[in-house]
């Protein structure tokens, strides 16, 4: 990919583009992102996932969604709420208080929890539980996202073309579908 084909996909990352792009090449490279198909779809979950290459760490209210986050949100909460399974905590590993802010989403696709972290530690040889700021280093927040891509599946599902399918397995459901596929369709003319 080239710098005017990324600048095309992700007009608003002009000014961090040229920072990115040889992590991001290097990264599609090494996680077996090497198609057209591939690359369309990664880049248009990363477009949204990341403001267009703006945010590598999730901002922080928390929101509500974010108070999921934590291990203690089920005993806060009143009984009948607990009993919602919409509303009980996401499944991501958090085993102390703090760990939803501390393993908040970092890198281009927001690698997030406690579990994730580890995982993706493991993987690219760095102690993320320990340094999860390392994830914000241009290098590290691609090939995180690569990791992510990668040990979901999703290089199986971009070439089948199912951009709903890998949105669910990226977001955990399909926030911001329509701006991941007006990017999708944007990147398959660009890389075309």
Not at 25 to 44: C, D, H, V, Y
Not at 82 to 103: E, H, V
Request: hydrophobic share 45%; with cysteine; net charge positive.
């Amino acid at each position: 990919m080239t710098l005017d084909q990324l600048i095309k996909i992700m007009p608003n990352a002009r000014s961090k583009a040229g920072i990115f792009l040889p992590a991001l090449n290097a990264a599609m490279a090494e996680f077996g992102i090497n198609t057209p198909a591939r690359q369309a779809s990664f880049l248009a979950q990363l477009a949204h996932e990341s403001g267009q290459l703006v945010y590598v760490r999730e901002l922080w209210g928390p929101t509500p969604s974010q108070l999921r986050y934590e291990r203690d949100f089920v005993a806060a909460w009143p009984p009948k709420v607990r009993t919602d399974r919409n509303q009980l905590p996401f499944d991501l590993g958090n085993a102390q208080a703090g760990d939803g802010s501390r393993f908040r989403g970092r890198g281009l696709i927001q690698v997030t929890g406690r579990s994730n972290y580890a995982a993706c530690g493991k993987a690219l040889g760095l102690d993320l539980l320990a340094q999860p700021a390392l994830l914000e280093q241009t290098v590290n927040a691609c090939r995180s996202a690569g990791w992510f891509w990668q040990s979901r599946g999703l290089n199986a599902l971009a070439d089948a073309g199912d951009q709903v399918v890998v949105t669910r397995r990226v977001n955990g459901g399909t926030n911001g579908l329509a701006e991941r596929l007006a990017y999708f369709k944007t990147a398959q003319r660009v890389l075309a």
